[in-house]
């Protein structure tokens, strides 16, 4: 086995809700493997910031406003990151909310940003990717799931639907572009410290339930994302496709 398995020299990502938390991570971690890298996301300091940072690393970056929410938006970011790039080899699907309420209780308007951004918006902008990869007969989509899409817990009624739909879409984008070249793969990770589940950080409680009912006894630490990322990216996993892969510390192995 040699490293260049794992090699992203040439090729060039573009990375939803990367302007912080998990995406940033994730899109740093590409240019470390070699990677050129569009940092989508709407806050314009921190696309500035990100892409500022990878440029640091010695690989190409550009900040592109995109709100996933919108086809207008996703459609021109889209096409500027084509003209900027030439190309989108490698599709990170990871811009996410979420809204924690019980069922009874859970408003229709938080419902629908829900599902508009973490499912829909994968749609939209997969949909905007793919036929420059299969044109070229190759690429990589990524779709940024979590363990709620294999399992429930309360108050997290839109989030787990919208992750178990990712895992499905996964699925289906998977099978249709099997024989195109184009892999298409999730991720589903246990608890990360970001901003997205900042309340439950703080809540002692639910800090420990996570720390308890996770057989490794921890959150996940921000790098240990780093790996499965460039996995899926890279060449080492070019006869993997329709997987949801966990990086859960063993919570889902119950
Ligand atoms: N943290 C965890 O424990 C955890 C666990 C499992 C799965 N995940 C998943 O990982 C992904 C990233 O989560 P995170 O924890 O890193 O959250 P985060 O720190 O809150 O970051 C969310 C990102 O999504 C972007 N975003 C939100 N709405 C958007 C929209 N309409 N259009 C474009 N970008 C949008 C934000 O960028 P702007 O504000 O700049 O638009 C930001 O970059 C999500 O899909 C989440 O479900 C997280």
């Known amino acids: 086995m040699t490293l260049e398995i794992f090699d992203l020299s040439g090729k060039v990502a573009m990375v939803t809700g990367s302007t912080r938390g998990l995406g940033e991570v994730a899109a740093t971690a590409l240019a470390k493997a070699g990677a050129d890298v569009a940092v989508c996301g709407r806050s314009q300091t921190d696309l500035k910031r990100v892409s500022s940072a990878i440029k640091q690393l010695g690989r190409a970056s550009a900040g592109f406003a995109l709100d996933v929410t919108s086809k207008?938006?996703?459609?021109?970011?889209?096409?500027?990151?084509?003209?900027?790039?030439?190309k989108i080899d490698i599709l990170m699907n990871n811009a996410g909310v979420n809204h924690?309420?019980?069922?009874?209780?859970?408003?229709?308007?938080?419902?629908?940003?829900?599902?508009?951004?973490?499912?829909?918006?994968?749609?939209?902008?997969?949909?905007?990717?793919?036929?420059?990869?299969?044109?070229?007969?190759?690429?990589?989509?990524?779709?940024?799931?979590?363990?709620?899409?294999?399992?429930?817990?309360?108050?997290?009624?839109?989030?787990?639907?919208?992750?178990?739909?990712?895992?499905?879409?996964?699925?289906?984008?998977?099978?249709?572009w099997a024989k195109g070249g184009v892999r298409v793969n999730a991720i589903g990770p246990t608890y990360f410290e970001t901003e997205l589940v900042t309340q439950i950080r703080d809540d002692p409680e639910?800090?420990?339930?996570?720390?308890?009912?996770?057989?490794?006894?921890?959150?996940?630490?921000?790098?240990?994302?780093?790996?499965?990322?460039?996995?899926?990216?890279?060449?080492?996993?070019?006869?993997?496709t329709g997987q949801t892969i966990l990086i859960d510390g063993g919570w889902t192995a119950w």
């Open 72 to 86: 207008e938006s996703v459609r021109t970011g889209v096409d500027q990151i084509l003209q900027h790039f030439g």
């Open 100 to 176: 924690r309420v019980s069922v009874l209780d859970f408003p229709e308007k938080e419902w629908d940003l829900i599902i508009n951004t973490n499912l829909k918006g994968y749609f939209l902008v997969t949909q905007a990717v793919a036929p420059q990869m299969l044109e070229r007969g190759y690429g990589k989509v990524i779709n940024m799931s979590s363990i709620l899409g294999m399992i429930g817990l309360p108050n997290q009624l839109a989030y787990a639907s919208s992750k178990g739909g990712v895992d499905q879409m996964t699925k289906v984008m998977a099978l249709e």
């Open 206 to 240: 639910r800090f420990d339930f996570i720390n308890e009912r996770t057989p490794m006894g921890r959150w996940g630490r921000l790098h240990e994302l780093e790996g499965i990322v460039i996995f899926l990216a890279a060449p080492a996993s070019d006869f993997i």
